[in-house]
């Protein structure tokens, strides 16, 4: 590896920042809407994953993040201890799991939003133009307003972590009272809580588990942080701990609200607050842009340091090794991501109904975002944390086979399928053409 000096990257992050970044990144509101669509044993189920994902995630990130400092994360812990060809994969298929989950949470938010304007609205949802267009103009305001930098790029992580605080008390409050005067829509006890394994629980426990990932952003910034080995570990076990909190709460609210057949996976929340009061909806609605554009800027900036290391590692042309001269952000890195993003979310549109294309893109999300996670539990693994390694290898394993099965709305098979095994193989092949193209017999 060749022995040059990294671009300097400022430390700008303290325990109260990373902390918020983590949660701006973890916490997805469509989560919510599919496992409460899955009835409450997906309540079960979002413990559990905690316990036996989430929990194990944080021990693999502070360890490693300790072991292998330095920016680059999950790219630099693999390429340490497997050799550069697993570690730019690691990298390559992780960056492309974002660019699919950017997507996704673009729709959702834009489907939401069309839903909360009123019934002579509800058409938007629908429509392509607007779903992609709007979508586009999300993303791109995120990406770019980030690459201005960290240092003002991380208020708007800290606001998108904030706001997950203020939706679920709303959520709890609305459930309080609406169960308090009516009643519970959904029956909320020990045995309706115990999952009945089917179809539809096996898709939700793929998106309950992924809903629990992005604690090994910590990782990647790592760089950035102020005292790293301190930090890290405190701020994981602080955004877990809350994550897993806020999950379970708004689930129960949700449930609470209405029954789980009557949610809507794309729109649940904002069909759910319309229901507990006319003002909720638009206030809900509200919180989820700012919280899908705080985790737009966190993921972008996050992710944007794996290539960053690569390109310094000769691995991807010289560019992405370089920082812009003003902002001192990898601005190659993050604008590339965003070129991706935007191609992915007009090719999963093509050929299928807008819900379909919806949950090709969260499948999509799960089977490429739960790949490198395999070489972080191995890492793990190499690092001695035996029951870190082996829980989160069962379930990331479990995440991916869930997701291989089609949910009950999907009329053509063998294109969902085919999208999901293209989609896969193809994020594979493209990362080792590139690596082949770049790689260097010093590296």
């Known amino acids: 590896m060749p022995d040059e000096p990294q671009p300097h990257l400022r430390r700008e992050l303290g325990l109260r920042d990373l902390s918020l970044f983590l949660i701006a990144v973890m916490v997805g509101p ?21 316990l036996l994902f989430a929990v194990p995630l944080a021990i693999a990130v502070a360890t490693l993040s300790a072991k292998y400092p330095g920016a680059g994360g999950l790219y630099l812990w693999a390429r340490h201890d497997f050799g550069p060809w697993p570690g730019f994969l690691n990298f390559w298929v992780y960056w492309l799991g974002i660019a699919f989950l950017i997507p ?25 133009l607007y779903m992609i267009g709007g979508s586009l103009l999300l ?50 006890n020990l045995k309706t809580m115990w999952p009945v394994w089917n179809w539809d629980t096996m898709n939700s426990w793929a998106a309950i588990a992924f809903g629990l990932t992005g604690m090994e952003a910590a990782g990647m910034m790592a760089a950035e942080i102020r005292d790293p080995t301190r930090t890290i570990p405190r701020a994981a076990w602080i955004s877990s701990a809350f994550v897993a ?112 294309a919806y949950r090709t893109i ?34 990331s394993l479990m995440a991916i086979a869930c997701s291989i099965v089609p949910p009950p709305e999907v009329t053509k098979f063998w294109l969902f399928e085919g999208k999901l095994a293209l989609g896969t193989a193809a994020a594979i092949a493209s990362g080792w053409l590139l690596y082949r193209r770049n790689s260097r017999p010093h590296v």
């Open 30 to 50: 469509r989560w919510i809407s599919v496992a409460a669509h899955g009835g409450p044993g997906t309540i079960i189920l979002w413990i559990l994953a905690a």
């Open 104 to 128: 996704g949470a673009a729709v959702f938010s834009l489907g939401i939003g069309a839903y909360a304007l009123g019934p002579s609205y509800a058409y938007l949802a629908d429509n392509r």
């Open 139 to 188: 993303l791109w305001t995120a990406l770019i307003t980030n690459i201005i930098g960290l240092n003002i790029g991380k208020w708007t992580e800290n606001v998108g972590g904030a706001m997950p605080w203020i939706l679920c008390i709303l959520l709890c409050a609305a459930a309080a009272v609406v169960g308090t005067r009516h009643g519970a829509a959904t029956p909320i």
């Open 245 to 356: 909190m806020f999950y379970v709460s708004s689930t129960i609210a949700l449930l609470v609200l209405m029954a789980p057949q009557k949610i809507s996976e794309m729109n649940g929340l904002a069909q759910v607050s319309a229901t507990a009061a006319p003002w909720l909806s638009p206030v809900v609605v509200g919180l989820i842009l700012l919280i899908v554009l705080g985790s737009f800027g966190g993921l972008g900036s996050a992710v944007s340091r794996m290539p960053f290391a690569a390109g310094v590692d000769h691995l991807l042309p010289a560019a992405f090794g370089k920082i812009h001269p003003r902002w001192n952000t990898p601005h190659v890195a993050i604008l590339s991501l965003g070129a991706v993003a935007t191609l992915l979310l007009i090719a999963c549109q093509a050929g299928d109904t807008i819900k379909t």
């Open 362 to 395: 969260v499948d999509l999300t799960v089977i490429v975002g739960f790949l490198p996670y395999l070489y972080i539990f191995a890492s793990a693994w190499k690092a001695r944390k035996w029951f870190t390694a082996i829980s989160g290898t069962a379930v």
